[in-house]
């Protein structure tokens, strides 16, 4: 499969399995329980050992913590065993946070503003005093949707037209532009 074709179905949020296999292939459904079995065996050790942070985050983060932001995770990535607050604390950062929510913390994922609205709940502040920062269509309205602020930053598998669709109070290229927009 190529880079298009797994970007589209991370965007689109489709299950490979159902879009890589060929549909006439012999025994398609076996093949396809097979696949996500495997998955679910794998999935975690990959995870552990490929996922991290884009370059700049940390330094961000402490950057935007010694400013006095208090900050918040809202991903939709699955954590079934911890892995993600795992991947935060090997890099050091998990205790900046002061909430971290995955989709299994709230009962409608993005683009619900449930998500957003939680975490300002547990940051203990206004959904109109957060600022969403978001590299997908569905962080932007959800933002949106939970009346906050909303910055679409380029380094994720959407396009630049998708963010700006979405009509974000502005658009980055990487992370590290952040204070620029959040402080000038």
Not at 124 to 140: H, K, L, S, T
Request: contains cysteine; negative net charge; aromatic residues 6%.
């Amino acid at each position: 499969m190529s880079r298009e074709e797994v970007v589209r179905c991370m965007r689109l949020h489709l299950n490979p399995w159902d879009e890589f296999i060929p549909k006439d292939l012999p025994q398609r459904d076996a093949v396809v329980e097979r696949c996500r079995a495997l998955d679910k065996e794998l999935w975690v050790e990959i995870y552990k050992q490929k996922a991290d942070l884009f370059p700049g985050t940390s330094d961000l983060l402490r950057l935007l913590r010694e400013r006095g932001l208090k900050l918040g995770v809202v991903t939709y990535g699955w954590e079934e065993r911890g892995e993600i607050r795992e991947l935060l604390q090997r890099r050091g950062v998990l205790e900046l946070f002061d909430a971290v929510l995955t989709r299994f913390d709230v009962p409608r994922s993005k683009p619900a503003p449930d998500p957003i609205l939680m975490c300002c709940e547990k940051l203990q502040i206004r959904p109109w005093e957060a600022v969403c920062v978001g590299d997908g269509p569905n962080d932007i309205k959800a933002g949106k949707a939970a009346l906050s602020a909303t910055v679409g930053v380029l380094t994720g598998v959407s396009a630049r037209e998708e963010l700006e669709r979405e009509e974000p109070d502005a658009l980055i290229r990487t992370l590290e532009e952040l204070p620029r927009v959040l402080w000038e």
